[in-house]
């Protein structure tokens, strides 16, 4: 094997490698806004350039449908050594990123990305990479990208003679609405896949290297609600008819009993319990609510959520409910004495195994029309989601990954899970039947959907080093 | 006397008269958003020289400090006639206007009025004048100002002999936030006034005069909760830590309880009871609750306010709460799965006599400070409002009112009441003992603070000639 080699390449061409990732970073791919169409769609070129010179073979699929165009897809695939016989491993990142207001606060653009020093103070010393999707998700991918172009350019193979699908979308962040029917039509060649490999998950932190084997499910609603056909005086109005804001503020508190747990009727039924041990094991993870809160300028006492759960377990393995935005009426500077026609807000609900997005959005749907104000009307929007994944400890591309990321961190890495959503886990679960290891290597204060997000380029070091080895892992399998 | 050729002068010179409203209309005079402040001012001019041409000595007086400075006051004065003993006038407008947003829905732009046919149908030909301003309050102002100018014109004396002092103040549709220092300041000199007359309420319709004896007070607030320091991603911090916008629903919510009675403790305490018998008047006008919804868009079960209250009676003479205005996190296309650092909402009361807005703000600062959620802190800014004003319908001034009323429409006026809020009433009745007379010329499809904002010539020249009129009745009172 090579993998010193390749190894050592990758130490010695990292000035190159950071300069490809800013290159990617300042494309701003926020595919949540149609304004952004056309980066969006540079930065997907720009990441099949990048497979194509690792020796992939790379198509840039477009998605959707010509009256609601999606972003294109890049599926690339590397057909392995004659002799391969691992796991045939597909490996799934995004080129889009969340957008970046409030812009005000960031302390340099969102796209110009700059090298700062890193967040870790004295003791680690180094350098972070800041822009958006610095870490969520280029930053992450291009630990895999850079580890794929290594190998090919040591041995002129691609992907070390692993057998590989790449499949990089660039609709995570706005709900991957198109990827269900993709892979629908694409499940003859996914198919052949035996795992799925992600990037875009956490550590436990520095210097403490985790492999996740759980992420939270998610399905997203945007719910107005329609009252008068015109904005009305709230003196001659007031107290006379329904006002909007006033009835969707009322409708939404209800959504969580004095325990704050999610009061929708049988919400609960479908969670899969976690067993003791689990939480057990949790526990000795060291990991400190207080500190967590202190983090983002919150005191102690803000440690709350369903009652009856640790914050890392209502994270880790408990569903939740929140409202994601909200805007009706005046909302500018001073005073406007005004009913208006309408309010909106955004509400998303994180979900666990065993829930189902389509039916916990069906059921919360239909609790709002049971509670329709006099008069109003009701105008609700699915904006995507996906299911809960949870993956065996156990298995073998579970233990190549660990033993991949033991030997380029020199630490015994973790088993975590993570609150957020990768729907596509969600997705290749219930289409192909395909579990998912998740190697991520992204820190708890990497801000990530807010203002600095950055991405240390130690964390990316060992990110690359990572997939590079576990190249060699896979091949073990054999 | 000379009202007759005053009256046949104003329906000789009627274009002139509608195109200088147009002229003041043209500046956009918006109080509460700074970006508008040299408009506002030149406003303010306008309609000092408009009385100057009248024969009134005007000043223009800067409000606020150099720090905060407010939009100034129009000042004027007629002596009267040496022989004149009838009552000391204090005319009271604003030349100020409300946002014009959501600027999308005009139908023209709110700052170029154009003249278009009245909205009376084939029964009721005429024209209407179509700008943000032009029935609240600047078309209502030049009913004066016109009468006024007549009568300067006709006779060469201001204000036909009678002794009358005019403020027209630039901040009503921003809290009138200075005028309660600028009246401390003038005390002596507005205090020689006897009775205030306003033109900024409405006729009970088409056709149907009336006099207004009592308006709502208001308190206007912002509150603004505050959590984490950072935009926060909803799967890491989902269920982990209080969500601004989910936790500022939970508490606005409480504000209502299921009868629709504001919750506030001792809210309804101060509230004056209107008693069986003006009650039993006011059903007798014919108001139509349900097609007054029809109006707006409404099926009659949108008729919801207090329980136990008709709509006529929950608009004019009970107090309500309407939040104006909510914001907090992400409120763009798409999705966004964020937990904000904040969320803000704009929430008013309409209050009615003998209820205090200071008091009402201070009870509903204080009942939120009880419901802070945990590790969170409320940001609160008061942004002003007014006592409600009742005056007795047999005071003199009323009479001359009805009079004047009723000689320039040939009709007998009705005595009715309106839910809007005009707190200089409140506020010269509470410094200086002054009760108004409200003699308003709008109608309730004016579509007051909304788009496509209009006034009636119809109206407009009823509001001209029973000014003109009212000054002989109030000469007639000596």
């Known amino acids: 094997m090579s993998t010193d080699s390749v190894l050592e390449r990758l130490a010695a061409t990292e000035a190159d490698q950071v300069r490809r990732l800013i290159d990617w970073l300042r494309i701003p791919s926020i595919s949540t806004d149609p304004a952004y169409r056309d980066p969006t769609a540079q930065a997907a070129a720009w990441c099949a350039d990048h497979l194509r010179a690792s020796g992939f073979g790379v198509e840039v699929l477009p998605t959707g449908s010509p009256e609601s165009p999606g972003h294109p897809i890049v599926l690339a695939t590397s057909p392995g050594d004659e002799g391969y016989s691992g796991p045939h491993v597909l490996f799934y990142g995004h ?18 990305p700059v090298i700062r020093p890193a967040d870790g103070g004295a003791d680690r010393p180094g350098e972070r990479v800041v822009a958006r999707g610095a870490v969520d998700d280029k930053g992450q991918v291009s630990t895999f990208l850079e580890a794929m172009r290594a190998w090919h350019d040591e041995t002129g193979v691609p992907a070390g003679g692993v057998r590989m699908t790449v499949l990089i979308e660039g609709e995570e962040e706005s709900g991957s609405v198109n990827l269900e029917r993709f892979v629908r039509e694409h499940k003859a060649r996914l198919a052949e896949c035996d795992v799925v490999v992600i990037s875009d998950t956490g550590m436990l932190g520095r210097g403490r290297p985790a492999i996740t084997n759980g ?54 039924d479908r969670v899969r319990e976690v067993g003791d041990d689990e939480r057990a094991m949790w526990k000795t993870l060291g990991l ?77 749907f239909t609790w709002l029309r049971e509670r329709t104000p006099p008069g109003c009307r009701w105008e609700l929007i699915d904006h995507g989601g996906g299911l809960a994944a949870t993956t065996g400890a156990d298995s073998p591309p579970m233990t190549a990954a660990m033993a991949a990321l033991r030997r380029a961190s020199g630490v015994e890495p973790k088993l975590i899970r993570s609150g957020g959503s990768i729907p596509v886990a969600g997705l290749l679960k219930g289409e192909l039947g395909l579990d998912t290891v998740f190697i991520g290597f992204g820190l708890e204060d990497d801000r990530v959907h807010s203002p600095n997000e950055k991405f240390e380029l130690e964390c990316y070091r060992l990110g690359a080093r990572t997939h590079a080895i576990l190249i060699e892992e896979l091949r073990g399998l054999g």
Request: net charge negative.
């Open 95 to 112: 080129y889009d990123v969340q957008p970046a207001d409030p812009l005000e606060l960031w302390e340099s653009p969102p796209f110009e």
């Open 215 to 268: 992420i939270r499910g998610l399905t997203y609603t945007e719910v107005t609600l329609h009252g008068p056909d015109q904005d009305l005086h709230s003196g001659m109005w007031g107290g006379k008819v329904p006002n909007p804001i006033n009835e969707l503020v009322k409708v939404l508190a209800d959504l969580w009993d004095p325990d704050r747990r999610v009061t929708l009727p049988g919400f609960y």
């Open 288 to 364: 400190d609510a207080a500190k967590a809160l202190e983090g983002i300028g919150l005191p102690p006492e803000a440690d709350v959520g369903e009652a009856g759960f640790t914050a890392t377990e209502r994270e880790w393995c408990r569903p939740t409910c929140d409202i994601n935005g909200i805007v009706g009426g005046y909302t500018g500077e001073g005073a406007k004495t005004v009913i208006p026609t309408h309010a909106t807000a955004k509400v998303s609900f994180r979900l666990v195994a065993d829930q189902d997005p389509d039916s916990v959005r069906e059921s919360f």
